[in-house]
């Protein structure tokens, strides 16, 4: 036995992970980051070269890794489309008209952007905040909160985002009822959001015109593109599961097509030029985007194949360690390092999936998701890392500290009702 092979196999990984914490904060990108992750696990398991080029090159090509890359990439096409085309700033336009309530508005444009994944999205929203928070003598600090914070309430199961798609692929756990198990929880943040603002007064001269004559069709022609993707892809994912039930990607065909479909439409409606359409395809991004996607996955399949994976679980269960425990913290200090959600989702549930399963937790991992997503997202909205929070504070000229104090309480109450939802479904499961 090798002198590294004497070292205990949490030591070993925990080693990895400081030095993926490490290269993240140095700005090194994702994708070489976790790449280089691989490269060290491979290398204190003892992992032979041959059989880690298998391994990484056996995930690249497995067909979730492939469809989730390119639903991912898919996604950021339809947001640049949006943004690009100018249609996204119609459908907020078109929203301002519907309801005069400053406090609803207040939520819902943030709210909509959120509903869309794209890096600094809050900046996007700031102008129509600041707007309406100029009318209520609002200070800097508590719209960047209120941007911010409603700009991020989709984030814990919305399937668009990477982070969500991931998740439900590396626990192999059906999208549909964990989006229904999640939804609590962006209720949840809604209502804690609307706290601070619940003594906000309605500005005089704002009251609802009734004769103004606004039509709601103009806001939903707008809502088109998600809605096409949402509706279409959700039944196309449950009918192709059905029709192809040995397919392991049923469901993902059905979120690609409808994907396609909202593009097409946007690019159709908006008349975009070749050259516009040529622009938002050959984005850089996307294919960042895509190799981050793949060399997450080439790490959870170097854990795996590295036997890592059972080494930390033979180690755990032998020092009782509470496997909720570790779903709380784990998530919650890897988010609020490196402020990235798909980072946090990447770097712990490789871990604690085979836990779940080796304890005899299989029947309630959807729980055990929901909890790690709610505790590392949390941690993400608090890192001073997170781009959204450094560009709203900037946009309106507040100080971290300021911000800060509207929102941590929130946070620990979102971690707390995650821990009690946990329990509660948790003692539900074990009596059906």
Known sequence: MSVLQQIPAMVRVLIVFVCVLFLIRKKLSLGHTFVLGA????????????????????????????????????????????ELSGQMNRLLGKFKGLITNIKINLIVFPAL???????????????????LGMQSDLSGDKLSFI??????????????YPGVLLATVMADINIFKFIC???????????????????????????????????????????????LVIIPGLCMGICFSYLFPHLSISKEIGLILALLMSIGWVWYKNSLSKDKIWKVISN???????????SILIFKGILEDSH?????????????????????????????????????????LPILIPLIHSLGETDFI????????????????????????????????AGMGAVYKHFWLLCVCLMSSAIAYFLISHGILKII
């Open 39 to 82: 490269i060290l696990l491979s290398f204190f398991f003892g992992l032979h070269p041959k059989a880690m080029i298998d391994s990484m090159a056996g995930s690249i090509v497995y067909p979730r890794t492939l469809s989730l890359a390119l639903i991912v990439s898919l996604i950021l096409v339809l947001s640049s489309s949006l």
């Open 113 to 131: 952007i959120g509903l869309l994944p794209m890096p600094g999205g809050a900046v996007f929203s700031a102008p129509m905040v600041k707007e």
């Open 147 to 160: 941007n911010y914070w409603f700009r991020h309430i989709w984030e814990y199961w919305w399937p668009l």
């Open 181 to 227: 198990f999640m939804c609590p929880i962006t209720l949840l943040a809604v209502y804690l959001g609307y706290l601070p603002l619940k003594d906000l007064h309605q500005p005089s001269g704002n009251t609802p015109d009734h004769h103004s004559g606004v039509a709601v069709w103009p806001f939903f022609r707008e809502m088109i593109p998600i809605l």
């Open 284 to 294: 850089p991004q996307n294919l960042d985007m895509m190799y981050i996607v793949a």
């Open 308 to 348: 890592a994976v059972e080494a930390i679980s033979s180690e755990l269960i032998m020092l009782k360690v509470p496997l909720m425990l570790i779903a709380v913290i784990l998530p919650f200090l890897v988010g609020l390092i490196t402020g990235i959600t798909i980072a946090f989702v990447g770097v712990t």
């Open 366 to 397: 959807i729980p055990y998701v929901m909890l790690t997503m709610v505790c590392g997202f949390s941690g993400v909205l608090l890192s001073p890392l997170h781009l959204c929070l450094i560009l709203s504070n900037e946009y309106f000229n």
